[in-house]
């Protein structure tokens, strides 16, 4: 294909503009399925506010021993979940 002449170029004007769109476009929308997550705090608690979300998360890693997780995989869990859950699950 030759991109000759006033048509040649309103055509390759016309194919780099679509594709400019078409990223452009679909990044917007990933972006509003997939939203960045900020964490701030949450008043005085030791807790931290997804501001994404607007629920309440744990920064601290979960000290539940290894048979625990274990125990909990294989049977469900036990114990009910922590609350409010680890940040980022």
């Given at each position: 294909m030759q991109f000759a002449g006033k048509k040649g170029i309103a055509v390759f004007v016309l194919l780099?503009?679509?594709a400019v769109v078409?990223?452009?476009?679909?990044?917007?929308?990933?972006?509003?399925?997939?939203?960045?997550?900020r964490y701030e705090r949450f008043g005085n608690s030791p807790y931290l506010l997804d501001s994404a979300t607007g629920k309440v998360c744990d920064p601290r890693p979960d000290t539940r021993s290894y048979s625990e997780q274990y125990w909990?995989?294989?049977?469900?869990?036990?114990?009910?979940?922590?609350?409010?859950p680890p940040c980022g699950k």
């Open positions: 780099i503009s679509g078409i990223g452009f476009g679909s990044g917007l929308f990933v972006g509003r399925q997939f939203p960045a997550h909990d995989k294989a049977l469900g869990p036990v114990l009910p979940a922590p609350y409010p």
